[in-house]
């Protein structure tokens, strides 16, 4: 079968329009904030300005007011909205509640649609995904969850620990995953909660002082005390609720790698207009074969990271559970972006390390990609596992 990476003619023109919008609205938004939205007004007019210019919440369907892209029409608009670090925020397709979105309009019944996915798609409120638990319990292995979800007459009590939980902080729901079965260490027995965020259980510790500040709502410690929940609650099936997270997992795998891939691509051009205009040793900057070399390797890597996400898209389209082609996106990508960041910041030289340029800021908030939404060494082990099982079952076919 054929693989068409050429977006059609009205997602092109989407993506026209999203770069027109980030580059003319975001960006100035962005650099006079340290590229931080951290006030509700700020979100808000984003927000405001992509509905006007009929791009917000691309990857949502017309019923809920997107343009129900598919992965691959994802990939070039995010991109994009990528290109600033608050263009994912203006058009609501930002951790974690475009992957939350996705999810909803897949697994959810259609009174939790209209109670949560309808409000969350307009930018009315916003979510967050409670999996992470501090150690011994959830992180890079899923199976370790330790949060447990009891039965109760009318619904279910849950008790546990999270942190590192993207957006809490001012989200209007939680979606909790939560042991219903089975023991920490089994694959099984987990299940999807939706949490309403002034239920009294739910008690948020503390903001985490992390590396990163650009995704909004922060990274918050949750404890989980005697919160009940009705029985509505459930989001999918009891027990399912691992099965369930592959709805989610392997597309936010990939709308990560597209963000972050418009952020490489603006610190590859911010270092592009600073060698063609800096001149030393009797030369412009980007005459010199070492600066050069560092050009060429970004806009390899830049490539390299499409092609990727495309491949990879391309199969969750076709039904796929595309497990190998994300893992080796994931993984390339969060390494690739971090190097063309890096780079950038040494071509720019003592003007790339300083505030008058955001490749400061770049390089914190890219940093993380390569230990959240899995490892690079856990994907790694996976891709691997994945050859050799391969291998395996040629031998013995």
């Avoid at 003619?9 to 938004?29: C, H, M, Q, S, W």
């Avoid at 994912?88 to 939790?112: C, K, R, V, W």
């Amino acid at each position: 079968m054929a693989v068409d990476l050429t977006p059609s003619p009205d997602v092109a023109e989407l993506a026209r329009r999203t770069a027109g919008f980030v580059r003319d609205v975001v960006i100035p938004v962005e650099e006079a904030n340290d590229g931080v939205a951290r006030t509700e007004e700020i979100r808000a007019t984003l927000q405001s300005g992509a509905k006007e210019a009929g791009i917000f919440a691309p990857h949502v369907g017309a019923a809920y007011g997107g343009h129900g892209l598919d992965m691959r029409g994802r990939a070039a608009v995010f991109e994009e909205a990528g290109y600033s670090l608050l263009g994912p925020l203006a058009l609501n397709i930002a951790a974690p509640d475009e992957g939350n979105m996705h999810m909803l309009e897949a697994i959810a019944t259609d009174e939790q649609k209209e109670r949560y996915l309808r409000p969350l798609a307009a930018g009315e409120i916003r979510s967050c995904f409670a999996m992470t638990e501090p150690a011994p319990g959830a992180g890079s292995d899923p199976g370790a969850l330790a949060t447990t979800a009891t039965r109760v007459p009318g619904g279910w009590r849950i008790d546990g620990h999270k942190w590192f939980i993207t957006g809490a902080d001012g989200a209007g729901f939680a979606i909790c995953m939560a042991r219903t079965s089975g023991r920490p260490g089994e694959t099984g027995g987990a299940t999807m909660f939706l949490v309403d965020a002034d239920n009294p259980g739910m008690k948020p510790v503390r903001h985490i002082d992390t590396l990163d500040e650009s995704l909004y709502g922060g990274h918050i410690e949750l404890v989980f005390d005697n919160c009940v929940v009705p029985d509505e609650a459930v989001l999918g099936e009891v027990d399912e609720g691992f099965r369930y997270a592959q709805v989610r997992l392997a597309p936010a795998r990939m709308t990560h790698c597209m963000r972050w891939l418009g952020i490489a691509r603006r610190a590859q051009d911010i270092a592009v207009a600073r060698a063609a205009e800096r001149e030393l040793f009797g030369s412009r900057l980007g005459e010199l074969g070492m600066v050069q070399q560092l050009i060429a390797d970004s806009e390899i890597d830049i490539a390299a990271a499409r092609g990727l996400i495309l491949r990879a898209c391309w199969e969750l389209d076709q039904g796929r559970s595309a497990s190998q082609s994300t893992s080796i996106a994931k993984t390339f990508c969060a390494e690739a972006i971090w190097r063309v960041v890096d780079r950038a910041v040494q071509i720019c030289g003592s003007l790339g390390i300083s505030g008058d340029l955001l490749l400061g800021r770049f390089l914190r908030e890219v940093r993380p990609f390569r230990i959240y939404d899995g490892p690079s060494e856990t994907h790694r082990w996976a891709i691997a596992r994945r050859v050799l099982r391969r291998h395996d079952a040629q031998v013995a076919g």
